[in-house]
């Protein structure tokens, strides 16, 4: 089997479903199988999945929330793939990427991980799809706001380049190398685990590449980046991994990052309970300029998208061809899967990104819109 792409889920359905949909276009092409690890979601996940995908998918359904790491491994051991890709739920992947990231990894087996141009829910390219290891220097570069070390943002965004750090958004792993560096390490609840993977990977002999191939990371809907578990999580995380690759250095050395991580996750935390406090006594009660939508798709999509429209009581514009969408303030572009495809909104998307907030899609057979702000149906 060439592929195996696992999933872990934890309520995040209608995001998940998006995702599934655009893997399974993607990988019409290619031999592979397709794990989703549910994380004991409350949001009918489960039910649902075996409804809509059957035995298109091996469902793996856990009691409990495993955490990230914990719930990849589970899949990870029970897979055959000659690759194992790691992908998140609130992500979509253009119809060509699995074929660009695979071939180039076919050509060079050398490299052990590769990750992908990934946009922002706005059109825009994610700067973490290319990060260096946070050492003690770059980490303390970054802490003090100059970060372009760590983005590499020396590399051409257009061309594929040897990184250090591979997003766990999206992971592509040789398995040659992920059985010579080892699983996940499950120290790590979420976050953090693929900066400690990717720098094993590299540290067993093989290389980690930047592919310019394009991925859609609605970045944040399969976890709440608001709330103070968030916090915790995220900064315990980098602490996990100083420890583990940097706690053999000097005290002068690793007590400043550590104090620096500590002080960061506070400086999070007051600012939260900053913006909390204001809510709760209504200092930022003021009204948000409602969106529009300009919907672009087929004619039986667009008359559903009229009606729905209506019924939501939504800002809404029409259009059936991508060119004739015009460039409008505070808008979404919502797209047509089917008339329009994944890849095709991703490169129109990319170039418009100055006015809308983000992207939108809306699927015939669900009959849903969905965008990072919400879903509608």
């Known amino acids: 089997m060439k592929l195996s792409i696992v999933i872990v889920s934890y309520n995040v359905r209608h995001y998940l479903d998006q995702c599934l949909e655009s893997v399974l276009r993607a990988t019409r092409a290619i031999d592979c199988e397709i794990f989703v690890v549910d994380n004991d979601s409350k949001d009918d996940t489960v039910t649902y999945l075996k409804q809509r995908y059957g035995q298109q998918i091996k469902l793996i359904e856990s009691n409990r929330n495993l955490g990230f ?3 990849n491994n589970i899949a990870i051991r029970q897979s055959e793939g000659e690759y194992v890709l790691l992908l998140n739920p609130d992500t979509f992947v253009a119809e060509d990427t699995l074929t660009k990231v695979l071939d180039f990894m076919d050509a060079r087996p050398e490299v052990g991980g590769a990750g992908v141009m990934m946009h922002n829910a706005d059109g825009t390219i994610a700067r973490e799809s290319r990060r260096a290891v946070p050492t003690p220097f770059i980490s303390f570069m970054k802490m003090i706001g100059r970060s372009d070390r760590y983005y590499m943002s020396h590399l ?6 040897r990184i250090e750090v591979i997003s766990g958004a999206f992971c592509m792993l040789r398995r040659k190398a992920l059985d010579k560096a080892g699983l996940l390490d499950e120290d790590f609840f979420m976050y953090g685990e693929d900066i400690d993977l990717s720098y ?3 540290k067993s002999g093989y290389e980690n590449w930047y592919i310019p191939a394009h ?5 944040g809907e399969s976890t709440c980046k608001s709330s103070y578990r968030y916090v915790h999580v995220f900064y315990q995380a980098m602490i996990i991994f100083f420890r583990k690759h ?3 250095l000097s005290f002068f050395i690793t007590a400043p990052i550590k104090m620096a991580i500590y002080l960061r996750a506070f400086i999070a935390l007051c ?3 900053y913006w909390s406090m204001r809510d709760a006594l209504g200092f930022s009660s003021y009204r948000k300029a409602e969106p529009r939508y300009l919907f672009v798709g087929s004619v039986e999509m667009l008359e559903e998208c009229r009606n729905l429209a209506k019924r939501k009581g939504l800002q809404a514009d029409f259009y059936e061809q991508l060119e004739r969408v015009p460039e409008v303030q505070n808008s979404y572009v919502v797209y047509d899967i089917d008339a329009v495809g994944f890849g095709k909104m991703i490169a129109h998307a990319s170039k418009h990104t100055a006015c809308q907030q983000g992207i939108g899609t809306y699927n015939m057979r669900t009959h849903e819109l969905i965008t990072l702000r919400d879903i509608i149906a």
Not at 156 to 161: I, R, T, V
Not at 215 to 219: G, T
């Open 200 to 202: 094993r990977i590299m």
């Open 246 to 248: 940097y706690g053999h």
């Open 156 to 161: 051409a965004w257009d061309e594929p380049g």
């Open 271 to 273: 600012q939260m309970l």
């Open 215 to 219: 991925i859609v990371h609605y970045k």
């Open 69 to 71: 790491a914990r719930a």
